[in-house]
């Protein structure tokens, strides 16, 4: 299923909302996205561009889930099979992605402004491809911000497979694809061995057609709804940012390689996907995939892992609560320190007994309040590396302190009961009525 068929399935079902007033890309869609939180929404008239513009499609598990046709719960059991079990993607000779080719100017496209000290334009969705001959393709999330008609400034992360590429070659050709269906935006934001292409992932998700680009040797989604292919070169640098990251934070602002783009194509009538920076859709499509990450590396510790979540009040990056079955009295703190391994990125974790609701912030207090003492429970991992995006770890180094908490009952208990009362239940709709 294709990023527009699912949004004619929301339309069927009524959970997009359409606006039909002139709308600017300039703070005004940005500002509704946000106001609608998690709601599917449908910008028909953009002032600035002749195309429609679409935002909060995946932003929720629920969401995605539906688009696979799973429940919540089966999406990591989906994720680390994907994961697991690459298979190549189909190649076509025609793709919807090509049918169009647009002039290089960049303002004609809805390329939103989302907040008012964003340093400019903003493409937030785009799952940039680059190909090395000695490693293969590389597919990941970078945001571009529009310096010219045909240029962006690129945020490349360093250390990242984009900047090895980049630095061995120095000039490459890229790919930035916008309007993709999950399976590509999650497997695009998997970390993966360098050399192994996330496309093969997406693929596993479910089946994907994949196209030659037009300017260079690269397979990119044949369903996407815009394709911007150009050059990025190393030694020409611009300022980036300043950009609201995950954390809703204002990131710094750096000097990043400067992406000239050569070719333009879309399909007919194409919907552009925004994604709004450190919102709900955000958070889910970062986070996700690391959770079937952490479920791998407590199971490699010999720990019955149940489920795991990325809490969207920890961003869905910094806080992890990890459910398990609790066999020996150290299992707590073994998953707090596998969990660590499974997302290196992550400042806190959680770690709880089997009858707790790891989707409610509720359940999960309720199990600090009752089953915790600090003395003996808690991990505190000094001058750790973290997450770049942690505004208050180290700005040069990133290190930071980490914790994690064990919120397990104790195997045996002495004088106490750490059961949670169940109570009677009825029909209460027969007593109302």
């Not at 990131?251 to 194509?265: A, F, N």
């Not at 459910?323 to 974790?349: L, P, R, W």
Request: net charge neutral; with cysteine; proline share 5%.
């Amino acid at each position: 299923m294709s990023f527009r068929d699912y949004i004619k399935k929301l339309e069927k079902k009524r959970n997009l909302i359409r606006i039909k007033k002139p709308v600017s890309k300039n703070l005004e869609a940005s500002a509704i996205i946000n106001e609608l939180k998690d709601k599917p929404v449908l910008f028909e008239n953009i002032k600035e561009s002749n195309f429609k513009v679409s935002a909060n499609i995946f932003a929720t598990k629920q969401l995605i889930a539906d688009y696979f046709g799973v429940s919540v719960q089966e999406l990591l059991e989906k994720m680390l099979y994907a994961i697991e079990n690459p298979s190549e993607p189909k190649l076509v000779k025609n793709a919807p992605c090509q049918e169009v080719e647009l002039p290089i100017d960049l303002d004609k496209l809805p390329i939103l402004f989302h907040c008012e000290k964003d340093g400019g334009n903003y493409i937030s969705s785009g799952v940039c491809i680059i190909t090395d001959k000695e490693y293969g393709q590389n597919v990941d999330f970078h945001r571009c911000m529009q310096i010219s008609k045909n240029k962006f400034s690129v945020r490349v992360v360093e250390g990242r497979h984009f900047d090895i590429f980049l630095k061995k070659n120095k000039d490459m050709p890229v790919a930035v694809c916008i309007g993709n269906s999950p399976n590509v935006l999650l497997a695009a934001a998997t970390s993966v061995n360098l050399g192994q292409n996330e496309l093969c992932i997406a693929n596993s998700l479910e089946e994907l057609n994949v196209v030659k680009a037009k300017t260079f040797d690269a397979l990119i989604p044949a369903d996407c709804e815009f394709v911007l292919e150009g050059i990025i070169r190393e030694n020409e640098r611009h300022t980036e940012g300043p950009f609201v990251d995950l954390t809703e934070t204002y990131d710094i602002v750096r000097d990043e390689p400067v992406l000239e783009i050569k070719k333009i194509t879309c399909r007919r009538d194409a919907i552009w996907q925004a994604l709004l920076p450190g919102g709900l859709e955000h958070k889910i499509l970062m986070g996700m995939p690391r959770e079937p990450t952490i479920f791998k590396k407590v199971k490699d510790a010999g720990i019955n892992c149940l489920d795991v979540s990325l809490t969207p009040g920890g961003c869905s990056w910094l806080h992890a609560v990890v459910k398990i079955n609790k066999k020996e009295e150290n299992d707590g703190k073994k998953t707090v320190y596998a969990a660590f391994e499974g997302h290196k990125s992550c400042k806190h974790v959680f770690v709880v007994d089997d009858d707790i609701d790891i989707y409610d912030p509720n359940c999960i207090e309720w199990a600090l309040a009752t089953r915790f003492q600090a003395d003996s429970d808690l991990i505190i991992l000094k001058n750790q590396k973290g997450s770049s995006l942690d505004p208050s770890a180290d700005p040069k180094t990133s290190l930071t302190t980490k914790c994690g908490f064990d919120l397990t009952k104790p195997l045996l208990v002495k004088g106490k009961n750490f059961e949670k009362a169940e109570y009677p239940k009825t029909n209460l709709k027969y007593f109302l009525d």
